[in-house]
Nanobody, 125 residues
Framework: QVHLVESGGGSVQAGGSLRLSCANS????????MGWFRQAPGKEREGVAG???????YYADSVKGRFAISKDDANNVLYLQMNNLEPEDSAMYYC???????????????????WGQGTQVTVSS
């Protein structure tokens, strides 16, 4: 099946950049939508960015213009380029994958069937 593993998190200064990666090490290739979510202590998990099987991308208003989601279909890898990071971006970041295209909204947790273990992003002032 699908097994997602995130990497690339760490501690950075405000204004810095990070690139997160999500690799599928399972036996089944991802053929549908993929996305990035984040969750800070005491807060609900929120959608950050999504990408459909055809390459269409979607972003939360809070990260538009700063983050970019992309994927490498040949290698089954999902990326999140994060620029001009702010302390408010600090959270555990999770990647997720669905088995089909988006049927509703990209930010709905119900759209995704598989989840990674998360990678921590900490942004200091």
């Amino acid at each position: 099946q699908v097994h997602l593993v995130e990497s690339g998190g760490g501690s950075v200064q405000a204004g810095g950049s990070l690139r997160l990666s999500c690799a599928n090490s399972g036996s089944t290739a991802i053929s549908g939508c993929m996305g990035w979510f984040r969750q800070a202590p005491g807060k609900e998990r929120e959608g950050v960015a999504g990408i459909d099987y055809d390459g269409s991308t979607y972003y939360a208003d809070s990260v538009k213009g700063r983050f970019a989601i992309s994927k490498d279909d040949a290698n089954n890898v999902l990326y999140l380029q994060m620029n001009n990071l702010e302390p408010e971006d600090s959270a555990m970041y999770y990647c997720a994958a669905g088995m089909g295209g988006y049927g509703g909204t990209w930010s709905g947790i119900y759209e995704y069937n598989y989840w990674g273990q998360g990678t921590q992003v900490t942004v200091s002032s």
